[in-house]
């Protein structure tokens, strides 16, 4: 592999090697996970969701490329360091969204006395 290749691998806990179509493993699971979870939210893919298989094909691919392009990189499908860059960003704002979104809904819950 060729110095400017390993560059671009992403360097995640869950992810170590650059995912494409054809490749199946954990990795590509979580990376499924992830993309349809916040396609729920932010609507970036239109196909409905992406079944969690375990399997990098063509649904993946159509979801990798349309994250790619909602998050501004060049979509060409390859889950590299940079896309993968792009979804921790977009995760971690989701996840501060959503605790700011239950944290006040909880307070909005509680009684108030006087």
Known sequence: MSERMEMNVPNG???KRILRRGLQ???VRWLQECLDELNQTYKYCP???LQASGYYGDTTHQFVKFF???TDL???GFYERRTHDALEATYKNYLAELGAMLQSTTAASKPIYR
Do not use: N
């Open 47 to 49: 196909v409905r969701s």
């Open 13 to 15: 806990k869950y992810v």
């Open 74 to 76: 060049l979509p060409d």
């Open 25 to 27: 493993g954990e990795d």
């Open 68 to 70: 790619q392009y909602w």
